[in-house]
T-cell receptor, first 114, second 113 residues
């Protein structure tokens, strides 16, 4: 158990819909990362938040957005969903005050878009 | 971050040492070698990292060649639970706050009974 929690575990929805994925980082971790893992693209970094502020962006679509709240939990919002958005979405956290390169990953949310 | 090359797949007999190679010929002096693994759709798990000295922890050993252009992750006594995709990541450490990891394709290690 990494200490990172993600909800829901599974999500099935239809094209065009909007969903919200939630992540609670390990206690004390200030940085939250979102990654997407699809069959054809592998594990790809989407976005990072540090203590409530966006810190880095990766291959995140404009239809996707995220935020980190004062209690440090984070939400990833996916809108106008397409079939290709079906993937595993992982959240990871790290202390981030010092960059050790060690990140702790949650169990993921499996999104299926029908 | 430097590019890494890993074999697509490897097999190992249960109880034997699993040696997973990684080439990173363009690594620069301040870049570390990290290993993560992902067991069947679970979240990736940190294993170990090193700069130039060999490192060992309760999970594995990391051997980095003297020229730092390649490394080997060693699982000393592989078990069936070690079947996973193993990712070798080369990455600098920023002087400020942490940043993301860049995953490649990894090596699918299958431990055989």
């Amino acid at each position: 158990d990494s200490g990172v929690t993600q909800t829901p575990k599974h999500l099935i929805t239809a094209t065009g819909q909007r969903v919200t994925l939630r992540c609670s980082p390990r206690s004390g971790d200030l940085s939250v990362y979102w990654y997407q893992q699809s069959l054809d693209q592998g594990l790809q970094f989407l976005i990072q938040y540090y203590n409530g502020e966006e810190r880095a962006k990766g291959n995140i679509l404009e239809r996707f957005s995220a935020q980190q709240f004062p209690d440090l939990h984070s939400e990833l919002n996916l809108s106008s969903l397409e079939l290709g958005d079906s993937a595993l979405y992982f959240c990871a956290s790290s202390l981030a005050v010092l960059d050790s390169g060690e990140q702790f990953f949650g169990p993921g949310t499996r999104l299926t878009v029908l | 971050d430097a590019k890494t090359t890993q074999p697509t797949s490897m097999d190992c007999a249960e109880g034997r040492a699993a040696n997973l190679p990684c080439n990173h010929s363009t690594i620069s002096g301040n870049e570390y070698v990290y290993w993560y693994r992902q067991i069947h759709s679970q979240g990736p798990q940190y294993i170990i990292h090193g700069l130039k000295n060999n490192e060992t922890n309760e999970m594995a050993s990391l051997i980095i060649t003297e020229d730092r252009k390649s490394s080997t992750l060693i699982l000393p006594h592989a078990t069936l639970r070690d079947t996973a995709v193993y990712y070798c990541i080369v990455r600098g450490i920023s002087s400020g706050s942490a940043r993301q990891l860049t995953f490649g394709s990894g090596t699918q290690l299958t431990v055989l009974p």
